[in-house]
């Protein structure tokens, strides 16, 4: 859906890529042809301040858009946080009906941009109405330049979900115009159950332009994550940031960062904090390609409790078997993240890999976190869009003795404009996980077909 916000893409870009474009001097390799305004490129984005790239396609959408979907569904392997007779997981296919209304755009003032994505779902099931439930997501970010060296980003994500697959969380693929943000999307796709889930995230960033080529940067957010099922623990943690970035070229940029986390969970003792270093290098490669790359590694202190067997005489005398001892370890993870950006005339495709460390999914605590995505997304002319994209996931408990979660997913999707205002939109998700040496191994696929109803030339891209 966000995808071909070009425009929108270069000036977040243009904010959160943190450079303002160095004076003219020798040294300056020459750029592309048709190259963009020197007041409108900041140069290549950084992964580590979380900016989207500067190169976009599909077109242009500056302005907000109200939208409401009506659609027919089936989910297939719906499953509760609850076993059945048997003591298995217990699962469940379901037909029904959603509708979904919302907003989604941006609206550039003069200084700063404000970009929204706001959608509500009501869903209900014809059988199954155990599932059936109101879901919302907001994404909300505002940027704006407060001097000619200094800019400033707000942004807060929110949401409340009944269903463990299904989100918004396109920014995940890089290419969004929410930016680059695997720690929100991690705390969220790799939900277990069909159960609701509350999450919030508050974040902020404030970028300094010392010189033409040298730039600093101090953020930080904060998140709450918290699940109904007394069988799930919810998460509590923040991050802070800082980072140093210096232009090589008009193209090229190198820096390094160092960021503070710390996670502590909902009715469970246990902590974490983290220390993590990184090196940084972006690039753009002629008009169309940009790269992204950091490098280093994590510090993570751990304490939880755990269970320790007794020795046999005491096991004998209090007829316990187990007692509970605290956990301290320290443990040492790198830190990896990659993004390649392809941008044609009406379409966009990313590649993204990362390492990097979150606070579980409600059964792992502190987690290493693998992942790999691709995203691709087509606007094409006149009335039809399409997307597709996949994913892999891998939880690695730190402190906990759980085999590795495991998680594959794609996706694809279309819309055609029917009239001006009426689209037909579908789509089709696949998702299968597995935890090793568990018995939880679930395949979900979901499918939906319906129309939609918004104003504007665009077709529809509800992703």
Same mark, same amino acid.
């Given at each position: ?63 907000? +858009? ?212 990184? $090196? ?55 830190? $990896?993240?990659? +993004? ?105 696929? +979901? ?17």
């Amino acid at each position: 859906m966000k995808r071909y916000l070009g425009v929108v893409l270069l000036m977040g870009a243009s904010l959160l890529g943190q450079e303002a474009p160095p004076a003219p001097s020798g040294d300056v390799e020459q750029a592309p042809a048709a190259q963009e305004p020197e007041s409108e490129y900041g140069g290549p984005a950084i992964l580590s301040r979380g900016g989207g790239p500067s190169i976009g396609g599909g077109g242009e959408l500056l302005r907000l +858009r109200p939208f409401l979907t009506v659609n027919g569904m089936y989910d297939s392997n719906l499953a509760a946080a609850s076993l059945d007779q048997n003591g298995q997981v217990a699962y469940q296919d379901g037909y029904g009906v959603e509708a979904m209304f919302g907003v989604t755009g941006a609206h550039q003032f003069k200084e700063s941009v404000l970009s929204l994505d706001y959608r509500g779902s009501l869903r209900h099931y014809t059988q199954r109405s155990y599932y059936d439930g109101f879901d919302n997501s907001l994404m909300l970010a505002y940027e704006r330049r407060l001097t000619s060296r200094t800019s400033i980003m707000l942004g807060e994500t929110a949401t409340r979900t009944t269903r463990a697959f299904g989100l918004p969380m396109d920014s995940y693929y890089g290419a969004g115009l929410f930016g680059y943000d695997p720690t929100w999307s991690g705390l969220l796709t790799n939900e277990l159950f069909d159960t609701p889930t509350t999450a919030l995230m508050s974040r902020v960033q404030l970028v300094h332009q010392r010189t033409a080529r040298l730039s600093f940067s101090i953020g930080g957010d904060g998140f709450i994550v918290r699940r109904r099922s007394v069988a799930l623990f919810g998460a509590n943690g923040y991050h802070a940031t800082g980072s140093l970035a210096y232009r090589l070229t008009r193209y090229q940029t190198i820096g390094v960062s160092y960021t503070f986390g710390h996670f502590d969970f909902q009715s469970r003792y246990g902590q974490s904090d983290m220390h993590g270093v990184a $090196l940084n290098y972006s690039a753009r490669l002629g008009r169309r390609w940009e790269i992204g790359l950091a490098a280093g590694g994590y510090r993570v202190e751990s304490q939880r409790l755990t269970q320790v067997p007794v020795d046999p005489f005491i096991a004998a005398i209090l007829g316990q078997a187990y007692g509970v001892e605290k956990f301290h370890g320290v443990s040492y993870l790198p830190h $990896l993240g990659a +993004r390649i950006t392809r941008s044609f005339r009406h379409s966009t495709a990313t590649l993204g890999y990362d390492r990097t460390v979150l606070a579980g999914n409600g059964l792992y605590t502190t987690a290493g976190m693998e992942s790999a995505h691709a995203g691709f997304s087509w606007t094409g002319i006149g009335r039809v869009t399409l997307q597709g994209g996949a994913g892999y996931s891998k939880f690695s408990a730190i402190t906990q003795q759980i085999g590795a979660y495991r998680s594959y997913s794609a996706s694809g999707g279309f819309s055609t404009r029917l009239s001006r205002v009426v689209s037909m939109i579908g789509r089709i998700d696949g998702r299968n996980y597995s935890i090793h040496g568990a018995v939880l191994k679930r395949t979900y696929y +979901r499918a939906t077909l319906g129309f939609g109803f918004t104003p504007g030339e665009a077709p529809l891209a509800i992703w």
